[in-house]
């Protein structure tokens, strides 16, 4: 059956009990501010909030406010501001919901000062953030990248359109307690976003408030690309049809540092876990799931396989994927109570076989040098100070050197994007087209590797070893043998 209703506040009453939203648009007066209105935020923070106040009660609407592009709010308002979250790869099916938390809309670069006023009302009490960690504009080393653009933002001569420049600007005319939650994959995102704020004010002439808290967050859920095949499934599944609808697994993780002086919903009762120290779970996820995710990728990518869900069926992938979380990852660390490594990476495996989220192995290996420091290269560090040799770690990370070689193991060429491409692409070109000129070569690499690595002969040992078998047998036949 052909869907023809489109959605909005008169198609509310035609929709399933269980396809309605929690919260109606205008329902709820705002309280929450959020800047960066991509998918992730609507399947994730705002479902959480919508999910609080309808338990709960508060005013904590949500101003959603997209930086730049002004596509998705003109489409949520030709929509009265509702949109659905599609969730794929669960129990029974397809299943959407629409999301009504959103109060308001606000557009950076269309109006600056508008968001500028929003932010500095009292009213709003959270200003959170998901924006990617560009938009920060921090180098490595957590300074401001200061140039003579962001300068006349943050004195005042230029419109504030940066992250930065909304932040501090707004921090110098408020006056009520406001909590500045950053809720992107940034390790430590509260104190390195508080470091920024407090840069940017020095800048602007002025100093932190005392009234303003930068609590850590650890967020977690897959929400690929919406496709057209998506949309079709939305309006199906929503009995509607939504221009901008997002999609979701059904797992879904949120672990909040609860310091917040002007108050906030009680995400709680939406299932968030309320914590004094987000490091514990932080550290979970980066080595117990993004680890394994990239695993999946690179030697998934050089088997030839275009997706996680399928390089995770390769002869041999989960056996060595749960070694490798057994022997390397768990003993690097103390889990956060009532948690196991075993079950937490159980549960991730399970995530990534979900064949509906379309992950590919190549968007998963983007800008591995980012990356693996976080996900891999700590617990490798771990566990050699330890005396041990991580065999299953090692071989991760000679997946990942293969993979930047540059060619999978039917010849076929893989893309790096990176940002350090262009290094690597010289150090390889310029090294024997051998394991150990691969290996010496990449660990020459001091943007990436630490000097007890890039020096640390067992690991080289390891890493040469590695790299020989992936050679010789391929991902595929590798992977087979060593998960028998």
């Given amino acids: 059956m052909t869907v023809t209703t489109t959605l909005g506040l008169a198609a509310l009453n035609g929709l399933a009990p269980e396809c309605r939203p929690a919260v109606r648009p205008g329902d ?36 959603g406010v997209a930086p730049r592009s002004r596509d998705v709010v003109d489409k949520l308002r030709a929509q009265d501001r509702l949109y659905s979250v599609l969730t794929v790869g669960g129990e029974g099916g397809d299943h959407a919901r629409a999301v009504g938390i959103l109060s308001d809309l606000g557009h950076v670069a269309g109006d600056p000062y508008g968001v500028l006023a929003a932010i500095a009302d009292p009213g709003i009490r959270v200003v959170s953030l998901t924006v990617t960690e560009k938009a920060y504009r921090m180098g490595p080393d957590g300074k401001l990248l200061l140039d003579d653009d962001l300068r006349a ?25 406001l909590t500045v939650l950053c ?25 932190l408030p005392e009234h303003v808290a930068f609590p850590a967050t650890m967020v977690d859920r897959i929400v690929p690309a919406t496709s057209a095949d998506h949309l ?26 609860d310091r917040f002086p002007g108050g906030r919903p009680d995400w709680a009762a939406a299932g968030a876990i309320m914590t004094t120290d987000v490091a514990p779970w932080e550290k979970l996820k980066l080595r117990a ?38 022997d390397d990852i768990a003993p690097t660390f103390e889990p956060p109570a009532g948690v196991t490594v075993r079950d937490y990476g159980e549960t991730a495996l399970e995530r990534f076989a979900n064949p509906d989220l379309g992950h590919r192995t190549i968007q998963v290996a983007m800008d591995g040098t980012q990356k693996l420091p976080h996900r891999l290269l700590g617990t490798i560090a771990d566990r050699r100070r330890a005396g041990d040799v991580p065999v299953w770690a090692a071989l991760v990370l000679a997946g990942w050197m293969r993979f930047a070689r540059g060619q999978a193991d039917d010849g076929s060429v893989l893309p ?61 036949g590798t992977i087979a043998a060593v998960g028998r």
Wanted: charged share 20%; aromatic share 4%; with cysteine.
């Fill in 416 to 476: 790096l994007d990176d940002p350090l491409a262009g290094r690597i692409r010289e150090v390889v070109a310029g090294a024997p087209d051998t394991p150990e000129g691969l290996v010496d070569a990449l660990l020459g690499l001091s943007e990436v590797f630490p000097p007890e690595l890039a020096s640390d002969a067992e690991l080289r040992k390891e890493l040469i070893r590695w790299s020989g078998e992936l050679a010789r047998h391929g991902a595929a």
């Fill in 28 to 63: 709820v007066r705002p309280g929450i501010l959020h800047l960066g209105l991509g998918a992730f935020h609507r399947a994730h923070q705002a479902v959480y909030t919508e999910t609080a106040v309808a338990a709960a009660g508060g005013d904590w609407g949500i101003v």
């Fill in 289 to 326: 799931l993004n680890s394994v995710h990239s695993a999946c990728a690179y030697l998934g990518a050089l088997a030839g396989r275009e997706m996680i869900a399928e390089a995770l069926e390769l002869p041999g992938m989960v056996a060595f994927l749960r070694r490798f979380l057994a």
């Fill in 232 to 257: 079709r499934r939305a309006a199906a599944a929503l009995g509607a049809v939504d221009s901008v609808p997002v999609v979701a697994e059904p797992f879904h993780q949120w672990v909040i540092e």
């Fill in 153 to 177: 933002q943050l004195t005042g001569s230029a419109a504030p359109t940066s992250i930065p420049a909304l932040l501090a600007r707004a921090l110098l005319v408020r006056e009520a307690p």
């Fill in 183 to 207: 809720c992107d994959n940034l390790q430590g995102n509260g104190p390195r976003i508080q470091g920024m704020v407090t840069q940017a004010l020095e800048v602007a002439g002025a100093s």
